[in-house]
């Protein structure tokens, strides 16, 4: 089985052609984003809201997150897999957080790297030891700046960041640049101001990829769900929605249960099953 390795997706952010990645929450919708040929693909643990109805990330266990994950590394195909460590997962402390993270790396070979929400240097100085620490281990780290909504509740909300104050600004870049300091492969960038995004990734050295973040980023990233219309027409502003696919499902809902009420399912002949005869005339 081949699939994409950090060094293939260097070497396409290097040849300057923007980066494809889609987050997948089971075996089904990780199948269309290999089958899409997407080059990177994120086990996000906003599944914990698409995909299982809780209200935020923050309630997700680790043990329902890592069944997702290995239903979503069972399908075939190229995409790199990129699992989020969700909350509660290293906050409490780092060798905690260590086992965790490598316990995720142990669920499947595919897994080839771990995604970590973290906010600015100054004040998250643990997540940034943190990262520093699995990247020294080896265990390659995708960090996730910006609008973390793991840390919904510290920010006061679903928030566009670093577009306020100069100072958030400042932090936002230096903490880009520290993250690439101490070892990370790639950054995701959420709901910054496009000019924030495409600054900081002509001045880094790593691949950026940006969700709310403009065009400007070296490769973008959304949730399977909004991206094809599988919970309705409400996605945020960023998205750019290229199917509607829940209505297509409740209309192919609509349509079996029409047949089933006046029976034109199943129809005798393509659906059924036949008893030779004879032998249903004996059983009479
Ligand atoms: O969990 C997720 O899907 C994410 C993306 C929004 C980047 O972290
Ligand atoms: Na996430």
Known sequence: AKYNTIQDIRNKYLAGTPLSMCTAHDFIT?????????????????????SLGYDSTITLSLNEFK?????????????????DMPFGTFES???????????????????????????????DKYTMKYIEELCSRGIPVMAHIGLTPQKVHSLGGYKVQANKSLLQMQ???????????????????????????????SKLSIPTIGIGAGNGTSGQVLVISDLLGMQGESVPKFVKQTVNMAD?????????????????????????????????SEFL
């Open 30 to 50: 990780a199948t269309w984003v290999n089958k899409a040929n997407c080059d990177l693909l994120l086990v996000g643990d906003s599944l914990a809201m698409t």
């Open 67 to 83: 069944y997702h994950v290995s239903s979503v590394c069972r399908a075939e195909g190229s995409s790199m897999v990129v699992v």
């Open 93 to 123: 402390d780092m060798s905690k957080g260590l086992k965790n993270a490598i316990d995720i790396m142990k669920l499947h070979s595919k897994v080839t790297s771990v995604k970590v929400e973290v906010g600015l240097y100054s004040t």
């Open 171 to 201: 932090e936002l870049f230096e903490t880009a640049k520290q993250l690439q300091k101490i070892g990370c492969w790639s950054i995701l960038i959420e709901c910054v101001p496009h000019k924030m995004a495409q600054f900081m990734t």
């Open 248 to 280: 297509i499902a409740t209309q192919g809902l609509k349509e079996y249960i029409a047949n089933v009420e006046d029976r034109t399912f199943p129809e005798k002949g393509p659906h059924t099953f036949k008893v030779k005869d004879e032998l249903w």
